[in-house]
């Protein structure tokens, strides 16, 4: 099979990483402040997940639309993700009040990512081509945040005064997004999307960089490790282009862009970018090979089995904690039940339980060939 | 429908491609003019509190590129002491008042610490701001008559004013401050007596959560939204004017460790501070010129230079470029966001 036809294994136990991560972040009853979700401006660990998702989702495009685009399939995708979504929100916020209904959200992010990213497929399948993109995209973000604080007190972008809240309440009104823009902004709004397509296209450059490089091996027959270079190229393009990111409009404005993931700024897209090209780079080196070896086979098999159900694991997770943590009518919350039969490290215990647990379900599904697609 | 990868050899091809890219751009173009015209209108649409915390009467430049010119911001200047410690109401007078040069203080100062010296001090930020204001019609400087309001609870027993030099002697409590609002609505000036030289970080955080819980009594609206609070200029290093001033420091201490619920608060600060986020922000030429122009006969004619001409022996100089002198016309913050 030619090498660009090679399903990237690299990118499923990168996806895997991060669900192992992701519920496992989402099984924690008490985070502590650093890891919770900053408030504002800043970053903490629990920002860097959903933003690298993004970005493998990216990569994935990238390897999925590089032949061919369907725009009815993606049509319907992105009409699940969407209807799914809204779904999302009213199970885990427990509010189905349609005058109150949250539009935006995750789901509803992944689904304006495919739509777009699948347009732009139409215009260019080269790693050129999708690094302008990026660049287009970055500079068109980064300023619409600019010249918003220029408005705003102090020049300084806050929950006050942010083109999310403007936006995303002149598109869907106050009632229907996050907190009924009690929040001044929408972490999942219109102008985070376009942040979130910062993330993915950077993602898509490493993958159609990725694809040049794996034809080029075709020829040459040389092994894997004709991507590091061209992946550390991309990494610190990223990296450098997040650096201006924030300091063009410190040297035109005065005030830096923040790196933030509320208004998903593209320093922090594209930093973030960085880092899961380098992650990405990393299992490359060791999966992708021809001769992988069966420890590693075998070690990494759990990761490839949650990568190939990505979507199922993320979102289920995330909706049965939020059911498992919710009080119906009085009655104490499910997981407050079974948290004293946990023993003396419940936190500990009910993590690994839920870990083990998705990954047992994405195995079995996983051997049985079932993977949940939009 | 499956749109299969073209060849990409034919001229109509490239020109459709570069059709695409002109459209992409196009399409890019307008959601940028369209974001920001729609996030602008909101922006500029909403008036919020501005609280500018200074220490003394004199200080409020320092912080000028936060309220200058800005229709949207309420601006609440807190005025944490009286400034009755300076030496330019005492044996200083006479080295610091030109007559020939400069207005004479509404009150002969008679001493540090005296009730002269207070009201002096008090009425030349308050003809500083009218001054300004003439240039600004956003800066509040048309006053009424001043109301003294409080005296506000101190349950943790930090409001504590020590009238000498020898910081000895009776500690009076300095719970009650005096308001004057603008006839106009476009700001407020509130005068806190908290003891200048001694002010400490817990009584700036008195201070502000004061006027917080009890915005109507301080002239301001309870329903109108909040932009953040900034301080004046504190350097306890070289990187610039070293200005180490304890009363000062204590504003910033006060900004950078207690956390307000603010969306943001800020200090004016050196360049090169090393804080997560540090801002450059500029007063406009018109304005530093308002403050600090002088006659070429060596008259103090501008707001800072006249109302504030008697507290130098000459009178403030401002750096226009850079960071070598107290005021400034550039000026950096450090940030902190807390909402």
């Not at chain 1, 936006?167 to 997004?177: C, R």
């Amino acid at each position: 099979m030619p090498g660009s036809r090679r399903r990237l294994v690299s990118l499923d136990a990168l996806r895997g990483t991060m669900l192992v991560a992701s519920v496992a972040s989402n099984s924690l009853m008490h985070a502590p402040e650093w890891y919770e979700h900053a408030r504002w401006a800043g970053v903490h660990g629990i920002d860097l997940i959903f933003p690298m998702f993004v970005t493998i989702t990216g990569i994935g495009l990238g390897f999925a639309l590089h032949r061919r685009v369907a725009p009815g399939t993606l049509a319907r995708r992105a009409a699940v993700l969407f209807a799914a979504g809204l779904l999302y929100n009213a199970v885990t916020q427990w509010a189905f009040d349609l005058g109150t209904w949250r539009i935006p959200g995750v789901l509803q992010l992944y689904a304006a990512v495919v739509v777009v990213m699948g347009l732009l497929h139409l215009l260019t399948r080269s790693w050129i081509g999708w690094a302008a993109i990026t660049l287009v995209l970055a500079t068109a973000h980064t300023v619409i945040l600019a010249a918003t604080a220029v408005s705003c007190p102090g020049g300084l972008l806050t929950p006050a005064c942010n083109p999310s809240g403007a936006i995303d309440q002149a598109l869907f009104s106050a009632s229907h997004i996050y907190r009924q823009g009690a929040a001044g902004h929408d972490p999942e709004g219109a102008i985070v999307v376009l942040g979130a397509l910062v993330s993915a296209s950077a993602g898509a450059t490493a993958a159609h960089l990725l694809l040049a490089v794996r034809e080029r091996v075709d020829t040459t027959g040389r092994s894997v490790a004709a991507a590091v270079v061209p992946l550390l190229c991309v990494a610190g393009a990223s990296a450098g282009m997040s650096w201006l990111a924030i300091q063009v409009p410190a040297w035109v404005t005065g005030t830096p862009m923040l790196v933030m993931k509320r208004l998903w700024t593209a320093p922090f897209a594209l930093a973030i970018a960085a880092g899961t090209i380098l992650l990405l780079l990393g299992w490359h080196l060791l999966l992708d090979r021809v001769n992988t070896g069966r420890v590693l086979q075998g070690a990494t098999y759990p990761l490839l089995a949650l990568g190939r159900n990505s979507l199922l694991v993320y979102f289920g997770s995330h909706l049965l904690t939020s059911l498992l943590r919710r009080d119906f009518g009085g009655t104490p919350a499910l997981l407050d039940r079974i948290w004293p039969v946990l023993g003396p490290q419940p936190q500990l215990a009910w993590s690994l339980l839920l870990v083990a647990g998705w990954t047992a379900l994405a195995v079995l599904l996983h051997r049985k060939k079932v993977y949940l697609r939009p | 429908m499956t749109v299969p990868q073209a060849p990409g050899n034919q001229p109509s091809r490239h020109v459709t491609r570069a059709l695409g890219w002109v459209a992409l751009l196009v399409v890019v173009t307008l959601t940028c003019v369209g974001a920001v015209t729609v996030a602008a209108a909101t922006a500029t649409g909403t008036e919020r509190i501005l609280y500018a915390l200074v220490p003394h009467p004199d200080d409020e430049f320092e912080l000028w590129s936060f309220v200058e010119d800005d229709a949207a911001t309420f601006p609440v200047f807190l005025v944490l002491t009286r400034g009755e410690q300076t030496q330019f109401c005492g044996r200083a007078f006479a080295k610091g008042w030109q007559p020939d040069l400069e207005p004479e203080p509404s009150t002969r100062p008679t001493g540090k610490w005296t009730g002269e010296c207070r009201t002096a001090r008090v009425d030349s930020l308050l003809s500083y701001m009218a001054g300004m204001s003439a240039e600004d019609p956003t800066i509040p400087g048309e006053f009424g008559t001043p109301r003294t309001v409080g005296p506000f609870p101190d349950e943790d027993g930090v409001t504590c004013r020590v009238n000498s030099a020898s910081r000895t002697g009776p500690c009076e409590g300095a719970r009650s401050a005096k308001v004057w609002e603008d006839v106009r609505g476009r700001g407020n000036v509130v005068f806190f007596d908290l003891g200048d030289g001694d002010l400490t970080e817990q009584e700036v955080t008195w201070a502000l959560r004061t006027v917080r819980r009890h915005p109507e009594e301080f002239g301001i609206d309870p329903a109108m939204p909040e932009a953040g609070a900034v301080g004046a200029f504190a350097s306890e290093h070289d990187g610039c004017f070293s200005y180490p001033h304890p009363d000062h420091v204590a504003v910033h201490r006060a900004l950078a460790n207690e956390s307000f619920g603010l969306p943001f608060q800020a200090a004016a600060t050196c360049a090169d501070v090393s804080a997560g986020t540090v801002v450059r922000r500029e007063v406009s030429q018109q304005a530093a010129t308002s403050a600090f122009a002088v006659d070429a006969d060596g008259t103090r004619t501008g707001a800072h230079t006249g109302s504030y001409g008697w507290l130098h022996e000459e009178y403030y100089p401002i750096d226009w470029d850079g960071q070598d002198e107290l005021f400034t016309r550039p000026q950096w913050f450090w940030v902190r966001y807390t909402p």
